[in-house]
């Protein structure tokens, strides 16, 4: 008789993701007709394929080995083309999430070149195929909480951002790291719209939180290069804090003593701060985000501090006063 084992993140196939649903979510922002940032979303939007990929030169790299000290049980892992079909990537799609793919697969991503620059022993520019030579990658199983209240688990490929920082070798100087995603208005109509947004996105941590252990860049997904959709060719993924801290199709990291001004809080800076941490006690201006709702089900469920990662993440935070960093 053969019994199977199921693995941590396991839960009864009742509770999975089915990928015939459709989950739709509501505009967030009012009166200036924009959608609260989370990220991507979760869903399926079916019938529409998307267009023909890109060849990426890395695709030999995937799989990679799952590092499994990251699995935060139980959550199922959320259906491939949930993440690719519909999303809040605003160079691509504005207003609420949906489907951004034919739009996304637009953007060039060879060659994509990566600048160093600011606190550094010495600037530089690298490629992402060089950069990929001076790493290993590996798979983990990560939450992701969007501040708009939905959740999914996600099987990135990619690197510890650490590895990134001693890459970069920043001086003693530098306190946080600015992260930019491109300016390509020519293939991102979203970025032709500069009244309603300032371009480009732009996201930042101390650097105690860039070398925590849980913060990772990402160049794949579900075994595979990650999708235009999904932030190809490198993207951020930080599991502690809401989505939209993590910076997608990445072209610069700058290394400064001054605290960046991330683009939701230089666009709303009363609902979207700094830190942007999880937290289940702290709503959001306009509501709770005491629970959540898992991708795709009808599952309403509490929401953990740090999004279950306090044991990694907790310890940055002990000796900050007078800061609210759930915002």
């Known amino acids: 008789m053969l019994i199977k084992r199921k693995k941590g993140w396991e839960i009864p196939e009742s509770q999975a993701t089915p990928e015939s649903v459709f989950f739709s979510r509501r505009d967030v922002i009012a009166g200036a007709g924009l ?3 989370g990220g991507i979303a979760g869903g399926l939007l079916g019938g529409i394929a998307p267009a023909a990929a890109e060849v990426d030169p890395s695709a030999g790299l995937y799989p990679a080995t799952r590092n499994e000290k990251y699995t935060v049980a139980p ?11 519909y999303t809040n990537f605003y160079e691509f799609r504005s207003g609420s999430a949906g489907d951004c793919r034919a739009a996304a697969e637009k953007l060039p ?28 990658l590996e798979e983990r199983l990560y939450r992701h909480r969007c501040v708009e209240t939905w959740s999914m688990t996600v099987p990135w490929t990619g690197f510890p951002m650490a590895a990134f920082v001693a890459l970069a070798r920043p001086t003693s100087a530098a306190k946080y790291v600015r992260m930019e995603t491109f300016l390509k208005p020519d293939v991102a109509p979203q970025q032709r719209n500069s009244f309603t947004y300032t371009w480009p996105y732009v996201e930042g941590l101390t650097m105690a939180e860039a070398t925590n252990e849980l913060a990772f860049l990402v160049t794949g997904s579900y075994g595979k290069p990650v999708a235009k959709s999904m932030g190809a060719p490198i993207r951020l993924h930080l599991p502690w804090k809401y989505g939209f801290k993590s910076v997608k199709s990445i072209v ?13 809080q230089a666009l709303q800076g009363r609902e979207y701060g700094f830190w942007a941490n999880v937290n289940p006690d ?14 795709g089900t009808n599952s309403r469920v509490p929401t953990v501090i740090y999004n279950g990662y306090g044991e990694f993440v ?14």
Request: charged share 30%.
């Open 252 to 264: 610069k990291f700058t290394f400064t003593d001054k605290q960046p001004v991330n683009w939701w």
């Open 314 to 327: 907790a310890d940055l935070y002990k000796d900050i006063k007078g800061e609210n960093l759930f915002k």
């Open 75 to 85: 959550r199922a892992v959320t259906p491939q083309t949930a993440n690719e079909a």
């Open 109 to 136: 991503i060879r060659p994509w070149d990566i600048k160093v620059d600011g606190m550094v022993e010495k600037e530089f520019t690298i490629g992402l195929d060089d950069l990929l030579k001076k790493v290993t």
């Open 35 to 37: 959608a609260v940032a």
């Open 282 to 295: 702290v709503p959001h201006p306009r509501w709770s985000q005491a629970t959540e709702t898992i991708i």
